[in-house]
Every structure is written in C-alpha cells, then in structure tokens.
C-alpha cells in the first residue's frame, strides 16, 4: 500500500489514489480548509465540488476509520450527511461531495433558537437509529485511561489535576445512571453542523460511537455556547416539543457539561503532545478545564 503523507499535496494524494482523480475528474480549484485534527480541503473540479480530509499523524491510531464511513454513510442515507464518495480507512482519507452554500450552526451571540431546536430533532433521528453500532464511549474509563501519561509529561498537575480527577469522579457516577447507549456523533462542534438552505447537515463523524444521549447534547450546547433560551430549545427540539420532558433532561445535561470538557482538554494535550501544528491546544485546554472548574 502506498502511503499517503498528510503533510504533502493534494496532486500527492491523487496520485496515490487515483480513484479519488477518477471521481472528481479535471481538477478548477483547490482550497485548504481549517481543521484540528486532520487536513482538509476544498475540491472544485469538472464533476463538481468536493470535500478531501486526510489525517493527520497526530490522530494515527487513534480514531477507528472504519466505524467513521459506517456512521457517514448512514447519516447520508437518513439524509442528514453528505454523500461520501471515496473513503480508505487505512491511509484515514475520506472525500465528501461538498454542501452548497454552507454555514456552520450559529454560536454565542449569533446562536438561534430554532437552529437549536432543529439541532435537537436531528439529534434524535441519530440517537434512535436502530442499525449503527459501536463500542460504547466510557468517559470515566476513558479520562481514567489517560491522565496518568498527562501527568507524568508534565501537562497535568495542580488545580487543573484536581479538576480532574472531580469530573471522572462525576463521568464514574454519572455512567452508573446511566441508561442504554445510543448512536452518537460525540463531536458536535459548530463546524460540524453545517446550515444549508434551511436544512441542518452533520459531518466528521470520526469520534461517532455509543454513548449516553446526554453527551451529545451537552457537547452541542457547550461548543455552540448556547445561553438559556438555545439551550432549552435544544432539549425540546430532542423532546420533540415536549417541554415537561426537556426539563427532566436539563439537569442530567448539565451535568455532563464539565464531563464533555475535561475529555476535550485531555484530547487537546494529548494533540499538543502529539507535535500537530493546528491550533495552540494549550490555550483550548486551559480554557475548557476552567469552564470545567467553574460548573463543578
């Protein structure tokens, strides 16, 4: 297998897969597009526009590609993902026809209720799918996993080491009320719920998994950072409008938050650990185990 090098061109990687050449035939245009975790870009060519991600070395290993294109491919199917065209989970490259006119989900100030509802209805067509599976996602497990090797790099200790060690704690109590586990998508960030022409798409499906319904939701409300109305509106949305049930929901909701916190911190270190280049994951942990701290 010829290897496809992250760091190198897309002419490289359309060279090593010719079928990606294939399907977007003559190429017009190439854009690089932000992205944490991996690369990504834009493709325009004669058979349309296109979205190209290759992986970073900073993820090798680290993400299963294979539940990836399961959980892309039924989000297209259930018409809330765009069609994937080409996906090789060994080289961890996956190319998407592009949506037209895209925005990311509005957030902070910008942030509107009825996306956030639309949001919640959305998530629960993916919570109640019956055919995608998965290993269920454990944050408790998980954090506890990991914090030893942040601590002994150096990159986890003090106030912010206590913090942690209180929302596993928190995860541990919280898992063991929890109910069955559902298809999740467990990245919600705003750049991952695309606003097209009305219509709420979701993409990047590299974390998607089972897990406790609470987790989408609070991650959605917290990286959007939804206020009162937006969120309340969230929960309704998944409640299908059912405004007694979304306030029996808040609560557990709430106190996922910290939880969805501490686990994007560890995985911030342990990408600045990892050498990836993409943003300064000191500050995006810092911030949100202070926002961790703060709900405590």
Known sequence: MKPVSPAG??????????????V???ICAIAALSGFGNEVFRVDGDRGSFILRIERPSLKGRVDRHLEAAYARRAAALGFGPQ??????ARGVMLLRAVPDARPLGAGDAADPAE???LGALLRR??????LSGARFDPAAWLAARRPALVAAGLLDGDALAVARSVEDLARQEGGAAGPAVPSHCDLVPQNVLLSQGRLWLIDFEYAGRADPAWDLAYAG??????????????AGYCAGDLAAA????PRVARMRPVCDV?????ALEQMAAGNPAADFASYADTRLARAAGAL
């Open 263 to 267: 686990v994007s911190a560890f995985w």
């Open 116 to 118: 956030a509802a639309q």
């Open 9 to 22: 061109s897309v002419p490289d990687v359309l060279v090593a897969l010719p079928e990606l050449q294939r």
């Open 247 to 250: 306030a029996r929901l808040a």
């Open 222 to 235: 917290l990286e959007a950072a939804y206020g009162g109305a937006a969120r309340m509106a969230l929960l």
């Open 84 to 89: 994937v065209l080409f996906a090789d989970p």
């Open 24 to 26: 977007i035939g003559p």
């Open 126 to 131: 993916l919570h109640t799918d019956v055919t």
